[in-house]
């Protein structure tokens, strides 16, 4: 399971926004062997060629957008409609076991949910990023990734989510599944 601490961490970056494709460029290349790997290089073409349209989709789909944002990135808002709900209250008490204190964004943002989960798996806490995974990733991320694709507004949010989709069948395989 620890190789999968660097999909983690390059589904980390993706989330966190596309000025972090230089970080996905630079460890896509690890993982080669991936169902998402062709989908993740399309994804750093489209960032890459056109960075400003890419932002702006980005921006409108998870941060910004006239009338409301249309995929909020946070596990409280999918599990109690509310943003910085006791769900964000959770994982940051599995952080701070940690002595981990988010800086960049929220602490159930999707972002940094997965970075956690990259760290637990790096750190080789396998039972600890299962039980994370099953408690707080699986219970919304599903939902997330179908208001994505319901509501990009362009090719790359929609490869974002189906870059998400994969991964998420992926680590569910792997990690349920396969190792039991």
């Not at 966190?16 to 790997?37: A, C, F, M, N, Q």
């Not at 919304?140 to 870059?163: C, F, M, Q, R």
């Amino acid at each position: 399971m620890k190789s999968l601490s660097t999909d983690f961490k390059i589904f980390s970056f993706l989330f966190l926004s596309p000025r972090y494709i230089k970080e996905v460029k630079g460890l896509v290349e690890e993982i080669t062997d991936k169902p998402y790997y062709n989908t993740l290089k399309q994804i750093i073409q489209l960032a890459e060629s056109n960075y400003d349209k890419v932002a702006t989709e980005f921006t409108s789909c998870f941060i910004n957008d006239y009338k409301h944002v249309k995929c909020p990135p946070y596990e409280s808002w999918y599990r109690e409609r509310t943003v910085y709900g006791i769900s964000a209250q959770r994982v940051l008490e599995e952080y701070i076991k940690y002595g981990i204190y988010p800086k960049k964004q929220l602490a159930d943002h999707i972002s940094t949910e997965l970075e956690f989960v990259s760290f637990l798996l790096f750190v080789e806490q396998e039972d600890e990023a299962r039980k994370f995974i099953k408690e707080h990733i699986v219970s919304w991320v599903p939902k997330l990734i179908e208001d994505i694709l319901a509501n990009s507004k362009g090719e790359y949010t929609k490869l974002l989510g189906i870059a998400l989709k994969q991964f998420l069948d992926y680590t569910i395989q792997t990690i349920f599944v396969v190792n039991r």
